[in-house]
């Protein structure tokens, strides 16, 4: 165990001192010159607080806003960003994070210890009744320790906690406190960060454009002058948009085009196969699902070969276990069940009763295709599924109150499997969505969190696997593969983690026109 | 006509009132609570009851009627679940929807009303039948399939035209202007057939009247009499036309907007609807409505102004 | 003038021409279409079709083809069987929503017309106010939270019809209500309700049949455009709106899950129309002056 954490540790700071010679260039960069960037959805605002969790536009917008303690290099290590070094204490419980001096938020105000643990405190009050809380829950509290140093307490070991605090989504960007408590309510839509560009202004539903931070502390490696970010819902218009060049890369998933622009001399795609999965949870305190024959036999009647090769050409693979091929947890054997309409059959000959349900998807073209596959597959094996199509956010309120049937929810990339496995599987989590309760799997999960040996952690994972595969209380359909779509001369783009499209080092090979 | 507007205005104050009304009933009776809404899961009997004190939501109806008026007229439309000012949000959107009703209108009138004359020179003949013909067909094509057809052939096959490529005139006016026409053209290849229909009627019907014959036999060009002395009736009901047509436009522009993903009020309103945003619904409809009002008003005076029988006759 | 007006003005000379001639090949045509579209719809179960909920995924997007006349569409569903059981939903909803609203808006336009005072002020205001409202904001709105379901769609369309049909019928009653037979049914001490309907509703009968169509025709849009926003009928059952708005998402790669149902929905539409106005040209009241 000791050990272990010794080899941990002569690593990162192994890795500090790189940090340096990786932020160099590897080839001449241009400077100048705007990005467009087109997303799927309007952007509702960033304060975690108002919003809750972020979409794949905040993300990406909010990776060039603010700054984030570490960031990711391309072998998924924590790398320095805000904080400069980082330490664990031998348990994992304690995390000290060393801040670079002398940084800036936008408005001015200096990013210090205090402005970061300000940034988390206030998602974890339990006044802000804050959505993003539950996915820092296993954090006590955050301290600085003096102006340079934040401290965080952890209630449960955390082994890749620096890897966590890298990514954009709702809860790990540092705002300004300052701003916060100024705007108060408009802080959501003129939000204040650190990072290497700032708001410059904002059509709702439109676009936002953001422009270069002349303050920014490694502002010459930031080379593009604006930042453009567009929502458009519309799928093909979204691909018309960077074939026609409106646009210069897009976040996008749709099979179909993703292999038109493979094609594309004109087109560069930019592909990332993270850890996770599509998931759907079943209500397993209502029947029919409260009777494992059924949840088995729901999944045994999926077709996923033929569903992932007919209508998303193979692109997205079906899943084998929630914890997806970029994770580290690979497991040998995760007890996935077979394609077996028969089996289904019988079983649902030996429930005895017809089964009758409402499967939610979201009000989208996507969604209710999914829907629809599912629903016909189902009924060859006797099983009547009626639709249910809310839009995205009614579908996460709805899930939090358990107003469901059957679900769609997604396991995200992430650095550690633990946070979203605790949240999803343990009995005793608010996002325990399917409501089943396991001793065993309680005890894997609690083992997998507490302990600092990653063999011991896989082998947890992978027990954990099988049991969720028998029982069936989630399912998990395809595999998480994100994909952007750009011109070819926008180069320096790093992986696509957590499907985060990072911008912020992006420059034109040759400069645009 | 002091007179005529001031019994208009006696008129129009009780229909806006009445549309305030409506308007909040129908955002205040949809099913599902504001709070619950705004809360999400956060929702506790406690943390619905403190909200429903902070909105007001547990007033009688009527208070909560009040209250809102009050806000509206003072500019207050309140702010949506993403704590954006709904009266910004409204604000910043409108230019774009009234952009893309002039776009329609403008190219609904150089197609219609050109067509229309040609026509009713030679009623009957082989080109008027055509055209009528083409005019009717086009009003039984729904506006989200022209837009698809239009995206398909200029933007998809042709690569003429951008799709979505909306931005600001301020910004790039050239880029503004290409990225209206598919979606100007989808509402304006909606909007001639009537104006031709209308128009080229009307227009049958005066030539026939006796000053036409008189100002043929005074030996006008037929040029002038067509565009001075036949036309100019006729703007009347091209006025009226434009008013009734407002309303119309709006319902295409919902999904115009949608398709070709312009930042306008009719997106807005669809968002709002897919979000469950009720404040930011019930503000856009309201202003919506509220316009519709203003503009037939508008036109009604136009109309009086313009024709002298209905200036002196009964209102 | 009501909105729905705009649909086109009297033509006299057409009239004189129609005549004439008779009602045309065109017209007879577009009864043709509509008879059949109607027998398709209401005997879909005997005919010999595909089930038009059964996904094939692996004939996704074929083109039309011996197995599948008109092709399939992205769930490798029978686009013919879906475009004939879509006109059931689509006429089904196109149908019956101006049939309600028929009823309910000629009865309200028949006594205002009739009564006139205040009654008749009070409709005309509340049409007013009614029809400042954007009706297909209105309609996703009360379907988004009502539910989705036919009978919603159904009864959100006809509500939102009311207003013109009781426009028109208000119109109609008063071209009739001087005319000398009722004066002379009054001097004879009939009851209102035996002029009502003995004397004026066979009167007004023609043009409301005839808006009736006008109005089969904008409900059926008004139910694609709801399905193309997916707020319409709910899937799987198809509807022309959502079939459209499903083979969208295939455009560029299989257009004809589009184009389809787009002409199918685009006939029948013109129909409609052409046999309502040709109806209307005919019985318009202001013909006989």
């Known amino acids: 165990m000791m050990q272990q954490c010794g080899r941990l540790r002569s690593f990162q700071i192994a890795l500090v001192m790189l940090a340096g010679a990786l932020a160099l260039p590897a080839a001449a960069q241009t400077r100048g010159g705007t990005v467009t960037l087109g997303v799927e959805q309007d952007i509702a605002g960033f304060d975690p607080l108002v919003v809750g969790v972020y979409d794949t536009g905040q993300t990406a917008t909010a990776r060039l806003l603010f700054d984030t303690l570490t960031k990711l290099d391309d072998n998924a290590k924590p790398v320095p960003s805000l904080a400069l070094s980082w330490s664990p204490s031998g348990d994992f419980k304690t995390w000290t994070f060393k801040l670079r001096p002398g940084v800036k938020f936008q408005d001015g105000t200096p990013l210090n210890a205090a402005a970061v643990a300000n940034s988390f405190e206030r998602q974890l009050d339990p006044n802000a009744h804050c959505r993003c809380a539950i996915y820092i829950s296993f954090i006590d509290k955050v301290e600085a320790a003096d102006d340079l140093t934040v401290v965080f307490h952890l209630k449960n070991p955390s082994p890749n906690f620096a890897a966590l605090v890298s990514g954009t989504y709702a809860n790990w960007p540092i705002h300004s406190p300052t701003a916060i408590q100024k705007l108060k309510e408009g802080y959501n839509r003129h939000p204040v960060g650190s990072g290497p560009f700032r708001l410059k202004s904002w059509q709702s539903g439109d676009r936002l454009v953001l422009e270069r931070n002349p303050d920014y502390w490694d502002k010459d490696h930031v080379y593009l002058d604006e930042v453009v970010i567009r929502p458009m819902p519309d799928n093909t218009a979204r691909f018309a948009s960077v074939q026609s060049g409106e646009t210069d890369i897009i976040w996008h998933d749709r099979a179909d085009d993703i292999l038109k622009a493979k094609k594309d001399p004109h087109l560069a795609v930019h592909e990332y196969v993270g850890s996770g999965a599509t998931v759907y949870a079943f209500n397993t305190k209502r029947p029919p699902f409260d009777d494992v024959r059924v949840r088995q036999a729901l999944r045994m009647a999926l077709d996923l070969k033929t569903f992932s090769e007919t209508l998303f050409d193979g692109l997205w693979q079906p899943a084998k276990d929630p914890w997806g091929p970029g994770s580290f947890v690979q497991c040998k054997d995760s007890g996935t069940l077979p394609y077996d309409p028969e089996k289904a059959k019988a079983l649902l000959k030996e429930y005895g009763k017809p089964v009758a349900f409402k499967m939610v998807v979201t009000a989208t073209p996507r969604g209710r295709q999914i829907g629809q596959a599912f629903q016909e597959m189902w009924k060859d094996v006797g099983v009547d599924m009626t639709i249910d199509q809310i839009d995205q956010t009614a579908l996460v309120t709805k899930a939090f109150r358990r107003d469901f049937d059957l679900t769609p929810w997604r396991i995200v990339d992430a650095a550690d499997p633990d946070i979203q496995a605790y949240a999803n599987f343990h009995s005793g989590s608010p996002v325990n969505l399917s409501g089943y309760s396991n001793p065993e799997v309680d005890k894997l999960l609690e083992d997998a969190r507490n302990s600092g040996d990653q063999e011991q952690r896989v082998a947890d994972y992978c027990k954990l696997a099988q049991i969720l595969n028998r029982d069936v209380p989630w399912f998990w359909t395809l595999d998480n593969h994100y994909f952007s779509i750009s011109k070819p001369g926008l180069m320096g783009l790093p992986k696509q983690y957590s499907d985060i499209i990072d911008l912020s080092h992006a420059w034109w090979e040759k400069k645009k026109s | ?315 | 003038m009501a909105a729905l007006d705009a649909l086109g003005p009297v033509e006299r000379e057409r009239v004189v021409r129609q005549r004439r001639r008779g009602l045309g090949v065109v017209f007879w045509a577009a009864i043709a279409w509509i008879a059949l579209i109607l027998a398709v719809a209401a005997f879909a179960n005997l005919l010999p079709l595909r089930d038009p909920d059964h996904t094939a995924l692996l004939a996704r997007r074929a083109l039309p083809s011996a197995a599948h006349l008109l092709g399939t569409d992205a769930l490798g569903r029978d686009i013919l069987a879906r475009a004939i059981f879509g006109a059931r939903a689509s006429l089904g909803i196109g149908l019956l929503a101006p049939l309600l609203a028929t009823l309910v808006g000629a009865s309200l336009g028949l006594v205002a017309g009739y009564l006139r005072g205040w009654i008749e002020t009070l409709l005309v205001g509340a049409t007013d106010v009614l029809l400042a409202f954007p009706p297909l904001v209105l309609a996703l709105a009360i379907v988004a939270y009502l539910g989705q379901s036919v009978v919603n769609v159904i009864i959100v369309l006809a509500i939102l019809t009311v207003p013109s049909v009781a426009r028109i019928a208000r119109a109609a009653t008063l071209a009739v209500r001087e005319r000398e037979f009722v004066t002379a049914a009054r001097a004879s001490g009939a009851s209102h309700a035996r002029i009502l309907l003995k004397e004026i509703l066979p009167n007004i009968l023609l043009p409301l049949g005839a808006f009736f169509l006008v109005l089969v025709a904008i409900t059926i849009v008004a139910e694609s455009i709801l399905s193309f926003l997916g707020l319409g009928v709910p899937p799987p059952a198809p509807s022309w709106g959502s079939m459209i708005a499903e083979g969208r998402d295939s455009l560029d790669e299989a257009p004809h899950i589009a184009f389809i149902p787009a002409g199918v929905m685009f006939l029948t539409v013109l129909a409609f129309n052409l046999v309502g106005d040709t109806l209307r040209a005919i019985t318009d009241p202001r013909r006989g002056t």
């Open chain 2, 1 to 315: 006509m002091p007179g005529l507007i001031g019994r208009r205005l006696l008129y129009l104050v009780p229909v806006i009132l009445a549309v305030t009304v409506l308007t909040f009933l129908i955002a205040n009776l949809l099913p599902g609570d504001l709070a619950i809404a705004i809360l999400g899961d956060q929702a506790t009997p406690e943390s619905v009851a403190a909200l429903h004190q902070k909105l007001g939501l547990d007033l009688p109806l009527w208070q909560q009627y009040l209250h809102w008026l009050g806000g509206v007229v003072t500019g207050d439309f309140g702010r949506s679940r993403n704590n954006e000012v709904v009266l910004h949000a409204i604000a910043s959107r409108l230019p774009v929807s009234l952009e893309l009703l002039v776009f329609a209108e403008v190219g609904g009138l150089l197609v219609g009303v050109p067509l229309a004359i040609l026509c009713a020179v030679r009623p009957g003949s082989l080109f008027d039948r055509t055209v009528s013909a083409v005019a009717f067909g086009s009003l039984s094509v729904p506006p989200f399939m022209l837009a698809i057809l239009l995206i398909f052939l200029f933007a998809l096959r042709l690569h003429l035209l951008p799709a979505t490529a909306y931005v600001p005139f301020a910004e790039d006016p050239v880029g503004n202007l290409r990225a209206m026409v598919l979606p100007g053209a989808t509402l304006a290849l909606l909007e001639w057939p009537t104006i031709m229909r209308v128009l080229r009627s009307d227009m049958i019907t005066t030539l026939q009247e006796d000053y036409i014959a008189m100002a043929r036999a005074k030996g006008l060009s037929s040029r002038r009499i067509l565009l001075v002395h036949a036309l100019k009736p006729s703007s009347l009901t091209l006025v009226t036309l434009i008013g009734l047509n407002v309303g119309r436009l709006i319902g295409g522009a919902v999904v115009t907007e949608s398709i070709f993903a312009l930042p306008g009020i009719g997106r807005l309103l669809v968002e709002s609807i897919y979000s469950r945003d009720l404040v930011v619904l019930e503000g856009g409809v309201l202003v919506v409505a509220v316009g519709y009002v203003l503009v037939n008003f508008v036109v009604d005076l136009l109309y009086a102004a313009l024709d002298p029988r209905i200036r002196h006759g009964r209102a």
